[in-house]
């Protein structure tokens, strides 16, 4: 199985950027539609954007405008850039095949202050 490894989150406050990384241990990413998922305390996981093996982008009504999805398959590895942060978008962040069939990493957390 693959292994998922997620990196760049932190605290940043509501405006900024933030650039996350899913670094996987072989390449998925060209034949597996990825996704993003996130996790606020006390709520359920939800998938926040996707990108196909042919690189087609989907996005969550809560994100669209403001997230870009994307991949580099030369170094197995998923991005997700936010952009415009909002105190409503903290919560951990994990990247996962779109049916989360892949063991979930540790996450990355995201904290965004008002």
């Known amino acids: 199985q693959v292994q998922l490894v997620e990196s760049g989150g932190g605290l940043v406050q509501a405006g900024g950027s933030l650039r996350l990384s899913c670094a996987a241990s072989?390449?998925?990413?060209?034949?597996?539609?990825m996704g993003w998922y996130r996790q606020a305390p006390g709520k359920q996981r939800e998938l926040v954007a996707t990108i196909t093996g042919g690189g087609s982008t989907n996005y969550a009504d809560s994100v669209k405008g403001r997230f870009t999805i994307s991949r580099d398959n030369t170094k197995n590895t998923l991005y997700l850039q936010m952009n415009g942060l909002k105190p409503e978008d903290t919560a951990v962040y994990y990247c996962n095949t779109a049916s989360g069939r892949s063991p979930w990493g540790q996450g990355t957390q995201v904290t965004v202050s008002s």
């Open positions: 072989r390449n998925i990413f060209s034949i597996t539609t």
